[in-house]
């Protein structure tokens, strides 16, 4: 093993590792951001906007990423989109982890006891009232752990923009093996520096989970 | 404004799931300050009929109505949405299972509602939670999380929170039947002490010598019908329908 090379190389690879940080920040708040609005059209009371956020949830969960991606990417300027390479990498992969998300946040809402919106709905609270006050408080409780897993998927899923292009961690490990020859190394130390990322997130989150749960 | 004279009154209840027919054409009337307890085997329709009433389980057929005004009148979905909220903080509802919020303390469970609702602020809700914990004797445990309190304790605290919309009825679906025998009494003292108190209340009901003890009526249910009512002292002791007696005998021997 090179431990020489990998020492030269990994200031490149650090910068490289903070680009995947950031692709996985801003697709997380997007996932987020869809995954919400896809539960709130899964529960919705309007059968046609279940509908719809059921079909989101089934065309980009039964799809890979990757040719969500391409279809983004290289096929977008053919309908008018014109993005550069990491916004299509944010868009496409908050899209389809938004799919994720709607399954996740839906879970953990239809999981709380249906007596605790009757207690509401008893002492006249209106059925947005009971939501926000009753509901999505204790349902926010039970959706840290399960959106972890899903930031866990997500951060690994930032890889698959190496194939647009993006110069994140795996695109970087390419372009040094195509100079180097040492894949085993180049790919190693992009596998260390996941590794970190997603261990920092992995206790973020159980921290989260530990500090909002009732005593 | 309209001809109901009574306090509460139900008038042809009906209710069915899809061919079962839950609630078959049940009458009732309650006066104010009325106790009425509502007996019956499981699966009769007692939670039904008293979740109709303030139209937790809305009816089929009928009309229920609440100091002059009909519950469940028909309206458009936003208009009947803001007409049974009102009605509803008018009518307290005490569950078996309590259904306390778990993610609120003892006091934000009961301050809540009157400051969502009634725009209380912060001191005048925490003075109403101190008198109506202190009323159900759980002002020590005032910011207890439920997950701390016992069964008798938390259902204490889920009449504390109906009591602080101050209804004018209060509604209990087998409040006891869920505690330990030892923690049943507290809960029944608070009950009891709510009688005193002239509160309107209908009472669903396992407990045949409480309800003997503070009901002036007693309903017995079966199949979805009123097989029989009238005072305690008759339905109990000289029950008139072979039906009751049945129901009666099985009961006072299973508790005895
Ligand atoms: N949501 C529902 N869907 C279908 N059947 C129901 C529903 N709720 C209650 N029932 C039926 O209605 C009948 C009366 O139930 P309930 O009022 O809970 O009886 P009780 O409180 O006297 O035990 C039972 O046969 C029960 O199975
Ligand atoms: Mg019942």
Redesign the pocket.
């Known amino acids: 093993m090179d431990i020489d090379l990998m020492m030269r190389v990994y200031p490149f690879f650090l910068t490289a590792a903070w680009t995947t940080i950031q692709l996985s920040v801003l697709t997380a708040l997007l996932g987020l951001a869809m995954g919400a609005l896809g539960a709130s059209a899964r529960l919705s009371r309007f059968a046609l906007v279940r509908f719809i956020g059921a079909a989101y949830v089934s065309l980009f969960r039964g799809t890979p990423a990757l040719i969500q991606l391409f279809i983004l990417y290289f096929g977008g300027p053919q309908i008018g989109i014109q993005l550069d390479a990491f916004e299509a990498g944010v868009i496409g992969l908050g899209i389809n982890a938004g799919a994720y998300m709607t399954e996740t946040i839906r879970g953990a809402i239809i999981s709380i006891d249906k007596g605790q919106r009757e207690a509401g709905r008893t002492l006249g609270l209106s059925q947005w009232q009971a939501t926000y006050k009753i509901i999505l408080p204790q349902a926010a409780r039970l959706m840290v752990r399960p959106l972890g897993v899903n930031l866990n998927m997500l951060i690994k899923a930032t890889a698959l923009v190496a194939a647009i292009s993006v110069v994140e961690l795996t695109y970087t490990a390419q372009r040094y093996i195509g100079s180097t020859y040492k894949p085993f190394e180049m790919f190693l130390l992009a596998g260390v520096l996941y590794m970190i990322i997603i261990y920092a997130t992995g206790r973020a989150v159980a921290w989260l989970d530990r500090r909002v749960q009732i005593t | 404004m309209s001809d109901k004279d009574h306090f509460v009154e139900i008038r042809h209840a009906q209710k069915s ?1 899809g061919s ?1 027919e ?1 609630l078959k054409d049940i009458s009732l009337n309650v006066e104010r300050g009325q106790i009425v307890a509502i007996i ?10 008293l979740r109709a009433i303030n139209d937790l ?1 809305p009816l089929t057929g009928g009309e229920v109505w609440l100091d002059g005004v009909q519950v469940n009148k028909s309206l458009p979905h936003r208009q009947y949405e803001k007409h049974i909220n009102e009605m509803r903080q008018q009518v307290g509802m005490v569950f078996q299972h309590f259904n306390l919020f778990p993610h609120m303390t003892a006091r934000e469970n009961v301050t809540m509602a009157p400051m969502l609702l009634k725009g209380l602020s912060k001191a005048e809700a925490d003075k109403l939670a101190e008198e109506q914990l202190d009323k159900v004797g759980m002002l020590d445990r005032i910011d207890y999380y439920p997950s701390r309190l016992s069964g008798g304790q938390k259902q204490r605290v889920a009449i504390a929170r109906a009591l602080a919309m101050k209804p004018k009825l209060m509604l209990f679906d087998e409040a006891t039947s869920a505690l330990d025998p030892e923690l049943v009494d507290e809960v029944n003292m608070v009950m009891k002490k709510l009688a005193e108190e002239h509160m309107t209340m209908i009472i ?1 009901t396992h407990e045949m010598d409480f309800a003997a003890s503070v009901c002036d009526r007693v309903l017995f ?1 079966d199949q979805g019908v009123v097989v029989e009512e009238g005072p305690p002292s008759v339905v109990f002791k000289n029950p008139t329908k072979d039906r009751t007696r049945e129901f009666l005998r099985k009961h006072l021997a299973g508790a005895a």
Do not use: I, Q, R, W
């Open positions: 799931y079962l839950v019956g085997p499981s699966g009769s329709g007692k939670s039904t009929l389980d669903v249910m």
